[in-house]
């Protein structure tokens, strides 16, 4: 599809890597509506594309994304905010069944570092800058940035940066959690796109129940996440993928999973 705010491609040696690149460079990917709404839309076909194992979403050097449009949203209202469901479509990244790996290079900055917090692994460039800076501008964060960030850093460093608006640079962000690993600029996409591809490597099906299974462990209590990860690891039983997984294993050779 040709899209105006956002670019896909599919990558990797098996073209089993789609990538969404931000692409809104004079406002510093600033998250329009529009934005939001293309970014939604490439997301669900991804997910649903067989032939793709695992989605990245960047932006570019200068700029993962700034935040969400304060252009756009100025004029705002508590109401029109109500009544538009004002933020509703973040929710399809949210949804997404298939790993997405943020690929942070430059600001990622209030609904810029939240976005890259719905995904499920942050990869950062050298250079990147995360923060929420909503209260600079007499707001606060809106998309998870109050609720994700304190269980990637805990509540201290959260309040710290929700607070006073401050920028931490990608290296202090993976020494709190936030980030997984930083690279050279240069670097961060073939190493974003070589993680992809190893993920797209292994049973589609059964990356999906992972994803789920990790995802409980924010989502509920450690006695019903335990159990809902038994669940789901008796579920791989019932899978072709699990059987030959292990009778690859046995046999000594790679195994030819098929997503079922
Ligand atoms: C709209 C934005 C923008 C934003 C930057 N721009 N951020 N436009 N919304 N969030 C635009 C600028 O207006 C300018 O366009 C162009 O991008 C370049 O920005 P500069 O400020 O000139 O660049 P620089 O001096 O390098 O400063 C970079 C910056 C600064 C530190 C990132 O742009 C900045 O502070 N941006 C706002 C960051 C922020 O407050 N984000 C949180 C937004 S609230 P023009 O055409 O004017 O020159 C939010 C709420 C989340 O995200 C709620 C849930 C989603």
Redesign the pocket.
């Known amino acids: 599809p040709q899209y105006e705010n956002i670019k896909t491609d599919v990558v990797g040696s098996k073209k089993n890597v789609g990538i969404i690149q931000l692409n809104r460079p004079?406002?510093?990917n600033?998250?329009c509506d529009a934005l939001f709404k293309e970014l939604g839309k490439a997301v669900e076909d991804f997910d649903a594309d067989e032939k793709i194992g695992a989605i990245i979403i960047t932006g570019n050097e200068?700029?993962f994304a700034?935040?969400?449009?304060?252009?756009?949203?100025q004029d705002n209202t508590f109401s029109s905010n109500t009544r538009q469901g004002f933020?509703k479509d973040?929710e399809s990244v949210s949804n997404c069944g298939k790993p997405i790996i943020a690929a942070v290079n430059g600001?990622a900055?209030?609904?810029?570092c939240?976005l890259a917090m719905l995904c499920d692994i942050i990869y950062a460039g050298e250079k990147a800058k995360f923060g929420?800076?909503?209260i600079?501008?007499g707001?606060i964060?809106?998309?998870g940035?109050t609720q994700r960030l304190p269980r990637y850093v805990g509540k201290s460093k959260a309040m710290e940066i929700v607070l006073t608006?401050n920028f931490i640079d990608a290296n202090e962000a993976e020494r709190m959690g936030l980030v997984s690993r930083v690279f050279p600029v240069e670097k961060l996409l073939e190493e974003t796109i070589k993680l992809a591809e190893r993920i797209g490597t292994h049973s589609p099906l059964v990356v999906k129940m992972a994803k789920q299974a990790v995802n409980q462990a924010y989502e509920t209590t450690l006695k019903s996440g335990l159990q809902y990860e038994k669940s789901m690891f008796y579920g791989t039983f019932a899978t072709e993928d699990r059987k030959e997984g292990m009778t690859a294993f046995v046999e000594k050779r790679a195994p030819n999973f098929k997503n079922n």
């Open positions: 004079k406002a510093l600033a998250l200068k700029a700034a935040g969400a449009d304060i252009k756009e949203m933020l973040w600001f900055l209030g609904g810029g939240e929420q800076p909503e600079n501008i707001t964060p809106g998309a940035g608006g």
